[in-house]
Every structure is written in C-alpha cells, then in structure tokens.
C-alpha cells in the first residue's frame, strides 16, 4: 500500500517535533550537522536556547526554596559564597574544600526573565580557570545537594546562599 504525500510529510513532522522535545537536557549533546537548537529547561519549567547560550555559559536564576529566593544554577543547584573569600580576590576554597564546594565556572548569564540586584562576572582561580562571581565574591555550590536545596547554608557560619526577592523574578 502506498502512503500519499501527506501522510509521509505529517510523519516526518512529528519526527522533527519528538526530536526536538528530547534535545532538552543539560549537556550538550548534538551532532555536527544537526539543525535543530538544543534547549536547556530550568528548574522553573522555563526553556532556554543554547544557540543564545554558546559553550561554557553559565546561566543563573532566581528559584524559590525553603529559604525564600535565592541564586542558583539554571539545572536548580544553589549557590553559595564562601566568607573566607574576599570581595574581588581569588577564591580561597581550594583542593579538599573544592572537592566538597565546586566552584561555578564558566562565561555568567542571568536568565533575561530575572532582574539581579547585583552583579555577574568572573574572577581567575588557582588553575586559570574562569570562576562566576556574584558582587565580587565567587560562588560554589554544595557536593551532592539536590536541586533547590540549601542544605549548605550556614554550615562552618561560612557558606551562605544569595538571599533574593520575588520581585527579582519576573512576574513575580
């Protein structure tokens, strides 16, 4: 039996639409010569491009959790400052403090949907790399904590999450 024109052209269609639904992760898995733009989808729910996100940003968001709102990492991880580091210094949470507070690295982006009070950037660690800071101070988020957990706020008085309002959300 022969499929008409339509036929092949509505399955092909739905093909492209259940590719596209499964791209959304993460990672950026893809292959040379792919068409379709990955996404990353939030912990709110919010999809973003990675065609707007090029390799190595890091994308942070204003999320709600048991602490109210707080800044976090675009896959939920909450992120933390340390107090032994200073206001445009280099990190100081290094080697077995690394291996439990892994530094946020990478190119800082906002979600263009939240307004951030403060400011983005980066600041070089130990090894060279591009460490995210939030005013200044780098930010590190807590080994094995679930998204939108603060589980490391407060821990040694030195960890402390980025306490935000809803009024930095958009809409919100």
């Not at 989808?41 to 919010?46: D, I, P, S």
């Not at 403090?97 to 660690?125: E, F, I, Y």
């Not at 090894?127 to 800071?133: D, E, H, P, S, Y």
Request: hydrophobic letters at 35%.
């Amino acid at each position: 039996m022969r499929k008409s024109g339509w036929a092949a052209a509505a399955g092909l269609g739905s093909l492209a639409l259940l590719l596209a639904a499964c791209g959304g992760s993460s990672g950026s898995s893809g292959s040379a010569g792919s068409t379709a733009t990955p996404t990353t989808t939030t912990a709110a729910g919010q999809a973003t491009s990675q065609a707007l996100n090029p390799p190595g940003t890091t994308v942070l968001i204003v999320q709600k959790s048991d602490l109210g709102y707080v800044l976090a990492e675009a896959n939920g991880l909450v992120v933390y400052t340390y107090g032994n580091d200073k206001k445009g210094g280099s990190p100081t949470c290094t080697g077995s403090c690394a291996s439990l507070w892994p530094p946020v690295t990478g190119n800082p982006k906002s979600l263009s949907a939240d307004t951030l009070p403060g400011t983005l950037g980066t600041v070089s660690d130990a090894n060279g790399a591009k460490q995210v800071t939030y005013n200044g101070y780098p930010l590190y988020t807590y080994k094995g904590a679930k998204p939108l957990t603060t589980s490391g706020n407060g821990v040694d008085g030195l960890w402390h999450v980025i306490k935000l309002s809803a009024s930095d959300v958009s809409g919100g």
